[in-house]
């Protein structure tokens, strides 16, 4: 995610410290989030941050999601068909899903009985589902989404939007659950489907390939496949009166851009450079790894923007050239490799801060890469900040990981050269594609190709709070303070 408010290219930061009510899915009140037994999966995956989030149990491969929305009202009908494989035999299982009215289940054509517990659908199949078989879960509902909220994000909450004739949908980390029923989890990636039906005077805007337009009476049925494994959070339909831009960028990957009718010809052009940016950042990263790319430009919204796959949404002002940068970095660190907790947000955001810099250093837009880094190693010196790979849940999206991170990877690149620090990051991207990873696999691959021990490195930056020197930049460690007394 990128917040435009906190990372603008002046040095306007501030760290986030909203008094957001708790999260639900942080609470884990009512329901402890266990290993499975008798045959029951369980709530959550038990990520550090947010415990309740994913069920174990089963992996799912596949979601389609078909709704009739209204965008007047925001009210959505329909439903979602889940393919999933039983790790194990279940009785029971659950999904992640919050607020709407769940109407009917049917788990491989049965009818199933339910109940809700906060954010847990729990449901249970009327045969017991046998391990390492495929089963299928219709969930039919119906009701007006209602954002999910995040403690340290200075906005309402997260995932299906609406602002009168316009919906977006912007999900990190918790919110999918208000529009579809999930495992709510990057490590559990599925491919998916979405039959949007409109009145047609809207446009529809998901992820993947637009396979099909139908027209029915005066709506239209917009039928779009994700084709890339995704995780939850990264899903989006958004929904609005779009000017549609379809362009070809390198090895013919189709680019499709979403502009509200008043967006300026200056902002258009600015995205007419995907392509060149695509090639550039498959230079530095590796292939870009997915089946299309593309934006929607909301208008309106937060002012955040966030890399939903293959298709981010930008909220807010219109985005300029780094934030174009930053979400298409992410395609690479973040969604074709996740981090496998939430802890880790670290190997998406650090990579798509830096690649910001190292944009400005390839284009000369706004100085040297040694000037920037010299002013954020400046600002960070003197700004309280959390630990970059132990943030915490209300500091997730602050300075730590957004700032310490790129200024991190650049005193990487230095302590271990160019050729090492690109090596580390194309065999990161390629080893870990579709996948998700961890901090300690990320130091694995940067030793592996310095051939140096860099666990003292790593322990500095990531979980020491202290900031440590860049010698090659002759940037010494801010002093410690006397302790008072
Ligand atoms: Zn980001």
């Known amino acids: 995610m990128y917040r435009i408010t906190l990372l603008a290219t002046s040095l306007t930061l501030v760290a986030c410290q909203s008094p957001a009510p708790l999260d639900s899915s942080t609470g884990a009140d009512s329901l402890e989030s266990t290993s499975s037994t008798d045959g029951y999966g369980s709530a959550g995956y038990d990520d550090p941050y947010f415990p309740l989030l994913g069920n174990g149990g089963y992996d799912v491969e596949h979601y389609r999601i078909v709704l009739d929305v209204d965008v007047a009202t925001n009210h959505i009908e329909g439903f979602a068909t889940i393919d999933a494989v039983a790790d194990e035999d279940l009785s029971r299982f659950n999904l992640d899903l919050s607020g709407l009215e769940v109407s009917g289940i049917r788990v491989n054509g049965e009818s199933a009985s339910f109940w809700r517990e906060g954010q847990e659908l729990v449901i249970v199949p009327a045969m017991t589902l046998s391990a390492n078989t495929p089963f299928q879960t219709t969930v039919t509902y119906s009701g007006?989404?209602?954002?999910?909220?995040?403690?340290?994000?200075?906005?309402?909450?997260?995932?299906?939007?609406?602002?009168?004739?316009?919906?977006?949908?912007?999900?990190?980390p918790t919110g999918a659950m208000n529009w579809y029923p999930c495992n709510n989890h990057q490590l559990d990636k599925a491919t998916h489907e979405f039959e949007i039906?409109?009145?047609?005077?809207?446009?529809?805007?998901?992820?993947?390939?637009?396979?099909?337009?139908?027209?029915?009476?005066?709506?239209?049925?917009?039928?779009?496949?994700?084709?890339?494994?995704?995780?939850?959070?990264?899903?989006?339909?958004?929904?609005?009166?779009?000017?549609?831009?379809?362009?070809?960028?390198?090895?013919?990957?189709?680019?499709?851009?979403?502009?509200?009718?008043?967006?300026?010809?200056?902002?258009?052009?600015?995205?007419?450079?995907?392509?060149?940016?695509?090639?550039?950042?498959?230079?530095?990263?590796?292939?870009?790894?997915?089946?299309?790319?593309?934006?929607?430009?909301?208008?309106?919204?937060?002012?955040?923007a966030l890399e939903t796959q293959t298709l981010p949404v930008y909220?807010?002002?219109?985005?300029?050239?780094?934030?174009?940068?930053?979400?298409?970095?992410?395609?690479?660190?973040?969604?074709?490799?996740?981090?496998?907790?939430?802890?880790?947000?670290?190997?998406?955001?650090?990579?798509?801060?830096?690649?910001?810099?190292?944009?400005?250093?390839?284009?000369?837009?706004?100085?040297?890469?040694?000037?920037?880094?010299?002013?954020?190693?400046?600002?960070?010196?003197?700004?309280?900040?959390?630990?970059?790979?132990?943030?915490?849940?209300?500091?997730?999206?602050?300075?730590?990981?957004?700032?310490?991170?790129?200024?991190?990877?650049?005193?990487?690149?230095?302590?271990?050269?160019?050729?090492?620090?690109?090596?580390?990051?194309?065999?990161?991207?390629?080893?870990?594609?579709?996948?998700?990873?961890?901090?300690?696999?990320?130091?694995?691959?940067?030793?592996?190709?310095?051939?140096?021990?860099?666990?003292?490195?790593?322990e500095a930056w990531l979980y020491s709070s202290e900031l440590p020197a860049i010698p090659a930049m002759n940037l010494p460690a801010p002093k410690a303070e006397e302790p008072e007394g």
């Open 144 to 172: 007006m989404p209602e954002v999910v909220p995040l403690p340290g994000l200075p906005i309402p909450g997260i995932g299906w939007m609406h602002e009168r004739e316009l919906i977006i949908t912007m999900s990190e």
């Open 197 to 304: 039906t409109v009145a047609s005077d809207y446009v529809v805007a998901a992820n993947g390939i637009l396979n099909s337009v139908q027209t029915r009476g005066d709506k239209q049925r917009y039928h779009f496949v994700a084709s890339d494994p995704m995780a939850t959070y990264l899903s989006t339909v958004n929904i609005g009166r779009f000017d549609v831009e379809e362009l070809v960028g390198p090895n013919e990957l189709p680019l499709t851009f979403y502009f509200p009718p008043a967006t300026k010809e200056e902002i258009r052009e600015g995205f007419r450079r995907t392509p060149e940016m695509i090639t550039t950042l498959s230079e530095w990263f590796g292939p870009y790894p997915f089946e299309c790319y593309g934006g929607v430009v909301a208008g309106a919204g937060p002012p955040a």
């Open 315 to 458: 909220g807010g002002k219109s985005p300029g050239i780094g934030v174009q940068i930053h979400e298409l970095t992410h395609q690479w660190f973040g969604n074709s490799v996740s981090f496998e907790s939430w802890r880790d947000l670290w190997l998406a955001e650090a990579f798509a801060s830096y690649a910001q810099w190292l944009w400005t250093e390839k284009t000369g837009d706004e100085g040297s890469i040694v000037e920037t880094v010299e002013r954020y190693y400046g600002y960070l010196s003197e700004a309280e900040h959390e630990l970059m790979g132990d943030p915490g849940v209300e500091h997730l999206f602050g300075l730590g990981v957004y700032v310490r991170g790129p200024v991190a990877l650049h005193a990487l690149r230095l302590e271990i050269g160019d050729e090492a620090f690109f090596g580390t990051l194309k065999a990161w991207t390629s080893t870990f594609k579709n996948s998700a990873a961890g901090a300690k696999d990320f130091i694995a691959l940067a030793e592996q190709h310095s051939d140096r021990d860099l666990a003292e490195f790593f």
